[in-house]
Protein backbone atom coordinates (compact mmCIF):
# COMPACT_ATOMS: atom_id res chain seq x y z
CA UNK A 1 0.00 0.00 0.00
CA UNK A 2 1.41 3.03 -0.84
CA UNK A 3 1.73 5.68 1.31
CA UNK A 4 2.97 9.25 2.46
CA UNK A 5 3.45 11.07 5.41
CA UNK A 6 4.90 14.78 5.48
CA UNK A 7 6.33 16.30 8.08
CA UNK A 8 8.14 19.38 9.15
CA UNK A 9 5.45 22.27 8.97
CA UNK A 10 5.35 25.11 11.08
CA UNK A 11 5.30 28.91 11.25
CA UNK A 12 8.37 30.99 11.26
CA UNK A 13 9.68 34.68 10.11
CA UNK A 14 10.19 35.54 6.66
CA UNK A 15 13.58 34.93 5.54
CA UNK A 16 13.38 31.76 7.86
CA UNK A 17 14.12 28.26 7.20
CA UNK A 18 12.46 24.85 7.51
CA UNK A 19 13.03 21.64 6.17
CA UNK A 20 10.18 19.29 4.91
CA UNK A 21 9.93 15.72 4.88
CA UNK A 22 7.92 12.70 3.09
CA UNK A 23 8.04 9.33 4.82
CA UNK A 24 7.38 7.12 1.44
CA UNK A 25 5.96 3.19 2.20
CA UNK A 26 4.51 0.55 0.22
CA UNK A 27 7.10 0.88 -2.93
CA UNK A 28 10.47 1.35 -4.44
CA UNK A 29 10.69 5.25 -4.81
CA UNK A 30 13.90 4.99 -6.56
CA UNK A 31 11.94 4.97 -9.77
CA UNK A 32 9.15 7.26 -9.33
CA UNK A 33 8.80 11.07 -9.88
CA UNK A 34 8.56 12.43 -6.17
CA UNK A 35 7.19 16.07 -5.90
CA UNK A 36 6.17 18.47 -3.39
CA UNK A 37 2.96 21.07 -4.03
CA UNK A 38 1.21 23.54 -2.00
CA UNK A 39 -2.21 24.95 -2.28
CA UNK A 40 -3.35 28.35 -0.64
CA UNK A 41 -7.43 28.36 -0.27
CA UNK A 42 -7.90 30.20 -3.46
CA UNK A 43 -5.61 29.34 -5.30
CA UNK A 44 -4.85 26.81 -7.69
CA UNK A 45 -2.54 24.09 -6.26
CA UNK A 46 1.16 24.84 -7.36
CA UNK A 47 3.60 22.58 -7.95
CA UNK A 48 6.72 23.59 -6.20
CA UNK A 49 9.54 21.51 -6.67
CA UNK A 50 9.99 17.32 -8.32
CA UNK A 51 13.15 15.29 -8.02
CA UNK A 52 13.40 12.01 -10.39
CA UNK A 53 16.00 9.44 -11.04
CA UNK A 54 16.57 8.67 -7.34
CA UNK A 55 16.90 12.25 -6.82
CA UNK A 56 19.47 12.89 -9.95
CA UNK A 57 16.70 15.03 -12.08
CA UNK A 58 14.94 17.84 -9.90
CA UNK A 59 13.09 20.81 -11.40
CA UNK A 60 11.49 23.54 -9.51
CA UNK A 61 9.33 26.82 -9.65
CA UNK A 62 10.24 29.67 -10.43
CA UNK A 63 9.22 31.11 -7.16
CA UNK A 64 11.09 29.18 -5.69
CA UNK A 65 13.85 28.34 -7.65
CA UNK A 66 17.46 29.62 -5.35
CA UNK A 67 15.49 29.11 -2.27
CA UNK A 68 14.08 25.66 -2.19
CA UNK A 69 15.82 22.64 -2.39
CA UNK A 70 14.49 18.93 -3.16
CA UNK A 71 16.42 15.80 -2.17
CA UNK A 72 15.76 12.19 -2.21
CA UNK A 73 17.13 9.68 0.33
CA UNK A 74 16.84 6.47 -1.30
CA UNK A 75 17.73 4.12 1.02
CA UNK A 76 15.51 5.57 4.10
CA UNK A 77 12.59 6.27 1.05
CA UNK A 78 12.27 9.86 2.19
CA UNK A 79 11.66 12.68 0.50
CA UNK A 80 13.14 16.47 1.70
CA UNK A 81 12.28 19.91 0.67
CA UNK A 82 14.91 22.15 2.26
CA UNK A 83 12.88 25.86 2.30
CA UNK A 84 15.33 28.82 2.83
CA UNK A 85 14.45 32.81 2.95
CA UNK A 86 10.99 32.26 3.45
CA UNK A 87 8.66 35.07 2.27
CA UNK A 88 4.89 35.04 2.90
CA UNK A 89 3.86 34.11 -0.33
CA UNK A 90 5.12 30.80 0.80
CA UNK A 91 2.68 30.51 3.27
CA UNK A 92 0.26 27.48 2.56
CA UNK A 93 -0.44 23.44 2.95
CA UNK A 94 2.48 21.87 1.79
CA UNK A 95 2.02 17.89 0.09
CA UNK A 96 4.22 15.09 -0.81
CA UNK A 97 3.04 13.33 -3.77
CA UNK A 98 3.81 10.32 -6.21
CA UNK A 99 4.09 9.57 -10.13
CA UNK A 100 4.50 5.66 -10.38
CA UNK A 101 3.69 5.97 -13.65
CA UNK A 102 4.71 8.41 -16.07
CA UNK A 103 8.22 8.25 -15.51
CA UNK A 104 10.42 11.38 -16.22
CA UNK A 105 7.16 13.71 -17.26
CA UNK A 106 6.80 13.83 -13.38
CA UNK A 107 2.52 14.64 -14.47
CA UNK A 108 0.60 12.03 -13.03
CA UNK A 109 0.85 12.30 -9.31
CA UNK A 110 -1.68 9.62 -8.13
CA UNK A 111 -0.82 9.29 -4.31
CA UNK A 112 -0.74 12.18 -2.07
CA UNK A 113 -0.06 12.38 1.67
CA UNK A 114 -2.11 14.47 4.16
CA UNK A 115 -0.31 17.68 4.07
CA UNK A 116 1.59 20.09 6.24
CA UNK A 117 1.18 23.35 7.36
CA UNK A 118 3.72 26.53 6.29
CA UNK A 119 2.95 29.86 7.87
CA UNK A 120 5.63 32.60 6.94
CA UNK A 121 4.86 36.03 8.91
CA UNK A 122 6.22 39.52 7.67
Known amino acids: QVQLVESGGGSVQAGGSLRLSCAASGYSYSSACMGWFRQTPGKEREKVAT????????AYADSVKGRFTISQDNAKNTVSLQMNGLKPEDTGTYYCAADLASGGYCEAFGYWGPGTQVTVSS
Open 51 to 58: TYNGGGIT
